[in-house]
């Protein structure tokens, strides 16, 4: 029999896959969009999703996958060093949400109304930091809105995202409650096959 992993090797492994899966749609999104539609204003990010899906699996831990995605946004854009700023500093304000999400409780925002609320919360978050940054950089309100129209699509993305994964079993789920969910059903299993 294999060695049992400990919890806190599971975590790093699954916020490793998930920063994996972070870096390479965002980038893989930012080149398709600057190649098949360079002249358009919008742009789609899947960082606002897999941030999302980080914290309401691991709490605060989300806030690296908020800042790598927006690493790998400005370096597939081919941005300049204060868009980097804008971006990574920007997207840390969405971890205001997880006092919200704690409060609330994670087991009655994934099955209640709240689990499609806070994904669009986060968002927010993300796009709200970014105009205050780009802001405290001199930038206008006007290019700080921005951010917001700018980015739009990425709130129909993201929610779609949400919507799915709320529908796989353990992948919107605090990921304690998760395993403590699978082992109490195992055991259940057993005792029933005894």
């Not at 941005?79 to 500093?89: G, H, K, P, T, V």
């Not at 700018?150 to 709320?166: E, G, H, P, Q």
């Amino acid at each position: 029999m294999g060695k049992q992993r400990t919890f806190q090797e599971y975590r790093m492994i699954d916020l490793m896959i998930l920063g994996v899966i972070l870096a390479v749609c965002e980038f893989l999104t930012v080149k398709a969009a600057n190649s098949w539609f360079p002249a358009q204003p919008y742009t789609v990010s899947i960082v606002a999703a897999v941030t999302t899906i980080v914290y309401m699996r691991w709490g605060w831990w989300g806030m690296f996958h908020a800042f790598l995605g927006g690493t790998v946004f400005c370096a597939a854009s081919g941005a300049q060093l204060f868009s980097y700023f804008i971006y990574c500093f920007g997207n840390l304000f969405s971890c205001l949400a997880v006092p919200v999400l704690l409060m609330v409780g994670k087991e009655n925002a994934r099955t209640g109304w709240f689990g499609m609320a806070f994904p669009i919360l986060v968002l927010l978050l993300m796009q709200g930091g970014r105009a205050v940054i780009a802001m405290l950089m001199g930038a206008s309100a006007a290019a700080a809105a921005g951010f917001f129209t700018t980015d739009s699509i990425s709130m129909l993305f993201t929610i779609v995202v949400i919507w799915i994964a709320s529908r796989l079993d353990g992948i919107y789920e605090d990921q304690k409650h998760y395993l403590l969910r699978l082992s109490s059903k195992e055991k259940a299993e057993k005792e029933g096959t005894l």
